[in-house]
């Protein structure tokens, strides 16, 4: 392994986990030639002909599909912390006596901190997804043996359609499906809403187990997972607990500071004119970026305004807002509350969207750049308008990217963030880790002001006599420092434990081991 | 002298806080420190400790200093607490500079619609306080700091006043009963404090003691404030040879005896600028409670406003801490405009924007004010005594109310300075 320098001047690996990797290019620079990956033909002379492909247990599951040492194992995350689907699967795989596995979630989150305990004993060899919570010190501390490969959801498809990720055995949590394989997430006990961040794997997965909790007589519809690629069907008590979708990246803040840069956000999509009838926004995770929907969607009424599509993961104030006519669609990434479950399964005008249709950068066109305007968080930001989403200012893994690297395609990018957390700046010289590139990076929106990117001198005249706070981001970086005084850089350890990968598949950026002092 | 003194707070809910412990020990400074920021600010943050314990003469001592993410001059207040617990004789006082923003001069005659309270001893709600706008923030000493924890807050009140840009608030403490409270003076006049709060204020000697303190500590006389060169005559508010304005008073009446004597308490001092009422403290001593319709309280409020404005001071009404009820608080605010008071307490951000659009005069009043003045000018243009509106005659006192609802339609942005002359250019 040799570390060269990116196009961002950042110090990248050449290779990880034994592949080869390109260091990123530059924006729409790396255009790979090629064919998709695609799993062998299959015929269903070798599936039963009743459809009944049942099978008792976890561990019969994987035995039936052939698991080995050494193969890629996929789970999703549409339970977010409440995934209960993960820990149980590998629990068999240790009873199985495997070693060598590498996890490729499409989140993890910390309900997987049992996994620790397999990753010690060496089952499971390295994670390929994002890493926080004791995932992620495990990771940013230099035990894991493999090296983290962090993906946006759109290059998490992109990953293996390309082939960069051959998916051995994907594992798919299902709170609806028929012994064929045919599955949703939007009946049930369990309903979570959308199962499509399993759909790549579904589609290019050597073998595919569906395991559900609710197990229905064919057709199970709508068929969000077809049967057509699903090889068994399991049967589990529980396969996850959607109460747990909600957490505190997806709900509604309510600290009066993240209020008021909500509030502030919908401003500036009101002033510049962005809000206009049939214009489009995408609300992210994040307190804050959910929460400028609740103060947009006011403004949308006053002004008799009617947007045509929303891009989120949806809560129950932008169901509200398609329920009131402000908005004629929803596309639906992923559901962050029962009423969005409800919302998706009852409306038909509430679409779930898979990463394919919504992120993937090697397709033919994909919806995050036909959105007006896109708000996303951050962990910091630097004066060049560069981003991290996935490491703490200390160098430690704290974030996964989601679907943060795909939506700064948007025509407007707005970042909604606190000028500084307790005494932590967040915005910086150099971020610690880049996850964005600044040039497309549009509007940092905090307490303190709002900053425009100067590549873009017509948002900077569309707000010029609008009232707005704005201001260079020279000139707010001083103000928090001057609060918290300029930061030493953290201490980092020389080894890479995890890269960054870009949209196109290029690594963006390097995380390294953090020594204790 | 104890074996050790801690002050500050520690914890997983802390925030932007730090928790000091300090223990005399020959063998130089020990120092351990666990600190959230440890990456970004260890050294900063060792420096900070080790020059402040210099600065103390604390040569030797086991110091431990657990950092939730605190700012500098609320680390060197926990550590000062820390250091004068230890040794209660120490008079010193180890201040952050007083910065340029936090040095700005207030008016007496500015507005005070919202009056943010925020909890003296708690930092990380100080901190953004100022981005909310609220006409001025209250850092307490009163009642929302507990008895054990008075010391370290003032210290922290002081520091925050010396350094948080509260982004043109002005800069309110209530202090603590007296005579307590006059203790704290000594810390607060240097720190370009706009308004004390005199809490259970109700007899005015409490008042004269409160200006005679500030006068002992600015050196000067309380009760003829003397102009400064390009200081606008009528603010009233003067500066010391520092530069350090002297603090204008709010007291505040919380008893039957205080409604009873309130104008006394009002024109107590001719650096009171606004009398304030506090119902919790008043409807205990009235043996009632405090309901939403605030019968049990009308006279009082009649009262402190009538005072107020026969003293020719501002009248302010007390908090509304419902946080949900939004509604109630606008009704409250209308209610208190109403009544003729011109501002309103909060405990929460949110309430703030609620409060000033309460406050604002309608549209309809502000073109029915334009009118009166308008034929008002003409009148006096004309040499008539008499001012009339259409076939209406208008008496001086409503040309006096319209006279104040155009200037306030002015300073809240809702009318250009110049409508006038717009407004005749029009009419050409």
């Known amino acids: 392994m040799r570390l060269v320098r990116n196009a961002l001047d950042r110090l990248v690996p050449n290779e990880a986990n034994g592949k080869p990797q390109v260091p990123f290019q530059g924006v729409n620079r790396h255009h790979p030639k090629g064919r998709k990956a695609a799993p062998k033909i299959p015929s269903c002379i070798d599936y039963p002909e009743d459809g009944n492909k049942l099978v008792p247990d976890l561990k019969a599951a994987l035995v039936k599909v052939g698991i080995r040492n050494g193969m890629t194992v996929s789970t999703h995350h549409h339970f977010r912390d409440g995934d209960l689907l993960a820990v149980q699967l590998f629990d068999a795989c240790a009873e199985l006596g495997l070693k060598d596995l590498v996890w490729f979630p499409s989140a993890a989150f910390p309900c997987h901190k049992p996994l620790i305990a397999h990753l010690e004993s060496g089952m499971i060899h390295h994670i390929e997804g994002s890493l926080n919570g004791p995932l992620g010190d495990y990771c940013t501390d230099g035990k894991m043996r493999g090296m983290g490969v962090l993906r946006s959801h759109g290059g998490r498809w992109q990953a293996i359609q390309d082939g960069e990720v051959r998916v051995d055995i994907a594992v798919i949590a299902a709170p609806a499906a028929d012994a064929f394989g045919n599955a949703n997430g939007v009946l049930g006990e369990s309903a979570c809403g959308s199962l499509n961040f399993a759909l790549a794997d579904s589609m290019y997965a050597a073998k595919v187990i569906v395991a559900t909790d609710n197990l229905m007589p064919f057709p199970c519809v709508p068929w969000q997972i077809q049967g057509n690629n699903v090889d068994v069907v399991v049967k589990l008590d529980r396969i996850g607990n959607p109460a747990k979708i909600v957490s505190g990246t997806t709900q509604v803040t309510k600290s009066p500071d993240r209020l008021y840069i909500a509030e502030l956000v919908a401003k500036f999509i009101r002033d510049s004119g962005i809000m206009r009838d049939g214009f489009s926004f995408q609300a992210g995770a994040g307190g804050t970026s959910l929460a400028f929907a609740v103060y947009l969607k006011e403004m949308m009424q006053q002004a008799g305004v009617r947007a045509r599509f929303i891009r989120a993961g949806s809560n129950k104030y932008l169901v509200e807002m398609l329920e009131q006519g402000l908005t004629d669609y929803i596309l639906d990434g992923q559901t962050f509350d029962l009423d969005g479950v409800r919302s998706m399964r009852d409306n038909p005008k509430h679409i779930a969207t898979s990463p394919f249709t919504s992120y993937n950068f090697h397709g033919k066109g994909n919806f995050a750049s036909l959105v007006d305007v896109a708000v996303l968080g951050a962990t910091e930001v630097d004066t060049s308008f560069n981003a991290n989403v996935v490491t703490h200012s200390d160098g430690r893994l704290l974030h996964g990217i989601g679907g943060w690297q795909n939506c700064l395609y948007g025509k407007c990018v707005i970042l909604a963030l606190p000028a500084f957390r307790d005494r932590i700046p967040v915005i910086v010289d150099r971020v610690t880790t880049v996850c964005g590139p600044g040039e497309l990076i549009d509007v940092i929106v905090t307490e303190r002001g709002i900053c425009i990117n100067p590549l873009r001198p017509d948002l900077l005249d569309a707000v010029k006599n609008s009232g707005l706070p704005v201001k260079p981001i020279e000139q707010l970086k001083a103000e928090v420092d001057a609060i918290c005084g300029r930061p030493e850089k953290a201490r980092l350890g020389g080894k890479p434990v995890a890269i960054v990968k870009w949209v196109d598949g290029t690594v963006i950026d390097t995380v390294w081991q953090v020594l204790k002092r | ?428």
């Open chain 2, 1 to 428: 002298m104890p074996d050790f003194a801690e002050a500050g707070r520690r914890g997983k809910e802390v925030r932007s806080d730090c928790w000091v412990r300090i223990e005399p020990k020959p063998g130089g400074i020990k120092l351990t420190l666990t600190s959230k920021v440890e990456t970004m600010f260890g050294k900063a943050i060792r420096k900070l400790v080790r020059d402040e314990l210099a600065f103390f003469d604390i040569k030797d001592a086991l110091v431990t200093v657990e950092d939730s993410g605190a700012l500098p001059f609320v680390m060197m207040a926990r550590i000062e607490a820390a250091v004068k617990r230890l040794n209660p004789k120490e008079k010193r006082e180890y201040l952050p500079e007083l910065l340029d923003h936090a040095n700005q001069p207030t008016t007496r005659e500015r507005f005070r619609r919202s009056r943010l309270y925020l909890p003296g001893n708690e930092p990380k709600f100080m901190l953004n306080a100022g981005v909310h706008k609220p006409d001025a923030v209250i850092l307490d000493l009163e009642d929302s700091v507990a008895p054990a924890v008075k010391d370290e807050a003032l210290f922290l009140v002081r520091n925050a006043l010396r350094q948080i840009d509260f982004m043109g608030a002005e800069r309110m403490v209530r202090i603590n009963q007296l005579p307590r409270g006059l203790d704290e003076l000594e810390c607060l006049v240097n720190a370009n404090v706009h308004m004390i709060l005199i809490p259970k204020c109700e007899d005015p000697q409490m008042v004269k003691d409160v200006d005679a303190r500030i006068s002992r500590q600015l050196g000067d006389s309380p009760s003829f404030p003397k102009r400064k060169r390009g200081q606008s005559p009528a603010s009233g508010v003067k500066r010391d040879a520092s530069g350090v304005q002297r603090p204008l008073l709010m007291p505040i009446i919380e008893s039957c005896l205080g409604v009873f004597r309130a104008l006394e308490v009002a024109q107590a001092s001719r650096n009171v600028a606004a009398l304030t009422i506090g119902l919790e403290d008043y409807t205990a001593d009235l043996g009632t409670q405090r309901t939403l319709d605030a019968k049990e309280s009308f006279w009082a409020r009649s009262q402190v406003v009538n005072a107020a404005r026969a003293a020719g001071v501002q009248p302010i009404d007390t908090v509304f801490s419902d946080i949900n009820d939004m509604e109630g608080l606008r009704q409250s605010v209308l209610e208190a405009k109403g009544m003729g008071y011109e501002g309103k307490g909060c405990i929460h951000p949110r309430q703030i924007v609620p409060i000033h659009e309460a406050f604002a005069p309608a549209d309809a009043e502000i073109d029915r004010a334009k009118r009166i003045v308008l034929a008002w000018r003409e009148a006096g243009a004309k040499g008539l005594g008499a001012v009339a509106l259409g076939s209406k005659m208008i008496d001086p006192p409503v040309v006096k109310r319209a006279l104040r609802t155009v200037d306030m339609a002015i300073r809240m942005g809702r009318l250009a300075a110049d409508w006038e002359t717009s407004a005749l250019e029009g009419a050409k």
